[in-house]
C-alpha cells in the first residue's frame, strides 16, 4: 500500500513563499501522474497542480503563474513550490495520484496566509 507524507507547511504573510514536499512509499511517480490537492475548512477538497510522467504540468487557474509543481523521481518526492501567496491559499494540502485511484490519503500539511 502506497503512503504519503506531506511536509512543508506553514504560516506565512500575504506575498510569502513556501516550498510543500510530499513522500512515497514505492516508486510510483513513475507509474502515476502527480497532484496537488487542497481542502479549506468547510469546502470540497480541490485540485491544485498536477505533473506528468513526462514533466508536462497543468495548473488551477487560481495558483497558475504563482505555484510550481515538480517531481524527484530517484527521491519519491513531489514537490510544491508556492510564491505570492494569497489568504484564499489558506488550506490544508495534499498529494496523491492524478486521477485518484484509489490511495488512502495522507495527514496533508497545513498552510495558512495571513497577516
Known amino acids: 500500500q502506497v503512503q504519503f507524507v506531506e511536509s512543508g507547511g506553514g504560516l506565512v504573510q500575504p506575498g510569502g513563499s513556501l516550498r510543500l514536499s510530499c513522500a512515497a512509499s514505492g516508486s510510483i511517480f513513475r507509474v502515476y501522474a502527480m497532484a496537488w490537492y487542497r481542502q479549506s475548512p468547510g469546502k470540497q477538497r480541490e485540485w491544485v497542480a498536477t505533473?506528468?510522467?513526462?514533466?508536462?504540468?497543468n495548473y488551477a487557474n487560481s495558483v497558475k503563474g504563482r505555484f510550481t509543481i515538480s517531481g524527484d523521481n530517484d527521491k519519491n518526492r513531489l514537490y510544491l513550490q508556492m510564491n505570492s501567496l494569497k489568504p484564499e491559499d489558506t488550506a490544508v494540502y495534499y498529494c496523491?495520484?492524478?486521477?485518484?485511484?484509489?490511495?488512502?490519503w495522507g495527514q496533508g500539511t497545513q498552510v495558512t496566509v495571513s497577516s
Open positions: 496523491n495520484t492524478d486521477p485518484f485511484v484509489g490511495y488512502s
Open positions: 505533473i506528468r510522467t513526462g514533466s508536462s504540468t
